[in-house]
């Protein structure tokens, strides 16, 4: 049995990851695509921003997928799993987008820790979402917002537009993690 990908979405708080996973819901339109979402807060909004293209949004609400003692990410995998292997729901790949807040280590490591979560999932990729505008101060500030570029396999920079010459933040960027090349891109393109 052919593993189900999973690429996971990181990036603080205003980056732009729902921009670009509805850019990306919206564009692949040969892939069906499962969606878990972590939020903070009682109403969940992305599942309303996202809009319907996906296979089944699952939304995490406690904000906590990124705690080492919530099995919360674990149960919604194994749920997902569950659906598909009952012939509810078809999908060929997961995207995971975590909360502006999340440290993405101990997301990682669901993929790795549990037996039948390593077995069905293949974890292809980590893309973090940088805000030309904020990211100096932000990386400055928090600590969290370089463990969300220092993970990523690819690093997207958004709102390029409004920011202006980033090449200064392209080499702070390639300095935290000098693996992961750098892409601008407009509104989730």
């Known amino acids: 049995m052919t593993p189900i990908a999973v690429t996971v979405l ?8 729902t921009t670009l ?13 499962a969606v878990i979402e972590n939020e903070f807060g009682e109403t969940p909004i992305d599942s ?9 949004i699952t939304t995490l609400s406690n904000g906590c997928i990124c705690c080492t003692r919530s099995s919360e990410l674990e149960d919604a995998l194994l749920d997902l799993l569950d659906s598909r292997d009952k012939g509810e ?28 979560i390593c077995e069905r999932y293949l974890l292809d990729g980590v893309i973090a979402l940088v805000d030309a505008v904020h ?9 969290l917002a370089q463990s969300q570029i220092g993970y990523a396999d690819r690093i ?31 509104h989730g393109n």
């Open 89 to 116: 729901i078809h999908f060929d790949r997961l995207i995971v987008e975590c909360t502006g807040m999340a440290d993405p280590g101990p997301i990682l490591q669901a993929f790795f820790a549990h037996e039948i």
């Open 48 to 56: 309303q921003l996202i809009g319907d293209r996906a296979t089944r």
């Open 21 to 33: 996973l509805r850019h990306i819901l919206h564009t692949q339109q040969d892939e069906k695509i």
């Open 135 to 143: 990211a100096d101060s932000q990386l400055d500030q928090f600590p």
């Open 156 to 186: 997207l920079l958004t709102k390029t537009d409004v920011a202006g010459e980033s090449a200064a933040l392209t080499e702070r960027l390639q300095r935290i993690n000098a693996r992961a090349p750098v892409y601008p891109i407009l």
């Open 10 to 17: 990181t990036g603080f708080l205003g980056a732009g990851k």
